[in-house]
């Protein structure tokens, strides 16, 4: 029985590249807490990373104190440039997870926009972008424990 390949990233090969301008999964979601899909936010280690490095420039704290890659106004990153990112080698963890989505009614999902992501591919092909993707989802069941824990101080949450 053969195994199924890998996922493989095409990076400056790919027709669609997920550096490009993005506005979600579904036209059907919002965005709750303000924040737009064409945001790239940082974990706190990403920022770490990539402070004091010579790639500080393409980031940014944002008013919400948290750190973001900058991005054009339609949302294309700003270190994607002629087809390749240009800070590759200290790449945030959301761009280290793409094409990971977790969708609470059925799970794991990869979004098809990627060209790489085919039917059959399964959790094993996806193991390295799963260590990212769940880094990514403990940064942000954090974030959230933190604004619960500030509205429950304020009087606000039950």
């Known amino acids: 029985m053969s195994e199924v390949a890998g996922f493989f990233c095409q990076k400056q090969n790919c027709a669609a590249s997920c550096c490009g301008a993005f506005d979600g999964v579904s036209d059907r979601i919002v965005p709750v807490g303000g924040r737009k899909f064409k945001e790239i936010v940082l974990t706190s280690s990403d920022l770490e990373r990539i402070r004091g490095s010579r790639y500080e420039d393409f980031i940014y704290i944002a008013e919400d104190g948290l750190g973001r890659v900058k991005t054009a106004d339609d949302g294309v990153c700003l270190a994607y440039e002629s087809g390749q990112c240009l800070i590759n080698e200290m790449k945030p963890t959301i761009c280290q997870c793409f094409p990971l989505y977790l969708d609470v009614f059925i799970g794991l999902c990869a979004i098809k926009d990627c060209s ?9 092909s996806y193991a390295n972008e799963i260590e990212h993707f769940l880094e990514m989802c403990e940064f942000w069941i954090s974030h959230y424990r933190q604004e619960l824990d500030k509205l429950r101080d304020e009087g606000g949450a039950k």
């Open 116 to 124: 790489s992501v085919t039917d059959g591919l399964t959790i094993k």
